[in-house]
């Protein structure tokens, strides 16, 4: 589901693991390079975020809120466009709901994206749809979607 507001975006999948699983999914690179366009995050609780992509084009953001296995917020730069990295940064919350029946309930928010039109338009829809389906297929399956 993905609902499109001017500055907020928000999508939802329900994914048959533990809320454990789909947190490695989330803060690890060697996981993370199987599903987001090939790029290595590593999301620490020291505040930082990282992210290299096979281009060698690596980018750092503050994190916001670490509370595994529930809950990741941090900034957002869109780095891989020149246009696009010198808009704001925005702001992604990530939050991890365990379900009866083995599965959890994952939501992203994608907001503050008011001053970041390029990025808005870059992330919402397919661009989040595209990762957020990446991860339930490799934490679900251990394979990624290419």
């Known amino acids: 589901m993905s609902t499109t507001i001017e500055s907020t975006q928000v999508y939802q999948v329900f994914i048959k693991a533990s809320a454990e699983q789909i947190w490695q999914a989330i803060v690890d690179p060697e996981l993370t390079v199987q ?3 090939g790029v290595r995050i590593t999301v620490t609780a020291d505040e930082r975020r990282s992210s290299m992509a096979g281009d060698g ?6 994190v916001l809120e670490f509370d595994p296995p529930r809950r990741l ?3 957002w ?5 020149e246009e696009m ?7 992604v919350t990530w939050e991890i709901e365990p379900q009866e029946g083995g599965y959890c309930l994952l939501t992203l928010v994608h907001d503050q994206l008011a001053g970041s039109p390029k990025t808005a338009a870059s992330v919402g829809g397919r661009g989040w749809m595209f990762v957020l389906s990446g991860l339930k297929t490799l934490v679900e399956t251990g394979k990624g979607l290419a």
Request: hydrophobic fraction near 25%; proline fraction near 4%; avoid cysteine.
């Open 77 to 81: 730069s869109s780095y891989y466009d």
């Open 35 to 37: 599903y987001f366009h």
């Open 57 to 62: 084009v690596a980018n750092g953001s503050r």
């Open 85 to 91: 990295a010198k808009e704001p940064f925005s702001r």
């Open 73 to 75: 917020i941090h900034e």
